[in-house]
């Protein structure tokens, strides 16, 4: 199974995934963080996200770039979280993919899937804001749009997660 998780910030996404990965029963639950600890925002959130996981079986793997390189255990639940991250890290780190970031994010995704029993990926809705940006972020939004059509066209479910509701947009 293939399942997209989307979301605002807040949302209850995170929770929601979890929940969905630990509820599959799966002996092996692999955990793919994608941020990179660079401040003392993106380590309270990585903190935060550790405690939600805590006791419920996960072995974490970090993977910042990459992904199409990534081994996980054959038949393991894995859960990413999250793609807007991945794909920020490919475009703007030194080891990232650049311009061919979609591609090599959308290889990551099918390496994962040959060798996953199931396969979660949590990303964020940022396409609703109405305010101009920077061209760097734009093309961020457009590298991040259509990995998530992408995702979501191949996905068997897609869930939107609102005020910790999960509307399912595919099923």
């Known amino acids: 199974m293939f399942m997209v998780v989307t979301g605002g910030s807040g949302s209850g996404k995170s929770a929601f995934a979890e929940e969905q990965i630990v509820s599959l029963g799966g002996n092996s639950r ?3 963080a994608t941020m990179i ?3 003392e925002e993106s380590q309270c959130r990585i903190d935060r996200h550790r405690k939600m996981r ?3 079986g996960f072995v974490t793997a970090e993977c910042y770039t990459g992904l199409s390189g990534l081994a996980v255990p054959e038949g393991s639940d894995v859960l990413l979280e999250c793609m807007s991250n991945l794909t920020a890290n490919e475009m703007f780190q030194p080891d990232g ?4 970031t979609v591609s090599e994010v959308l290889l990551g995704i099918q390496n994962l899937r040959k060798q996953c029993r199931n396969l979660i990926v949590v990303t964020n809705e940022i396409f609703s ?4 940006y920077e061209e760097e972020t734009r093309e961020y939004q457009k590298y ?3 990995i998530n059509q ?7 479910q897609v869930v939107e997660v609102v005020y910790g509701i ?3 947009q595919k099923k």
Not at 97 to 100: D, S, V
Not at 129 to 132: E, F, G, I, K, L
Not at 150 to 156: I, L
């Open 30 to 32: 692999i955990y793919i």
């Open 37 to 39: 600890p660079f401040g």
């Open 54 to 56: 805590q006791g419920k």
């Open 97 to 100: 993919a650049g311009e061919n």
């Open 129 to 132: 804001d109405a305010c101009p």
């Open 144 to 146: 991040l749009g259509e």
């Open 150 to 156: 992408a995702m979501a066209r191949a996905a068997d």
């Open 166 to 168: 999960p509307v399912y």
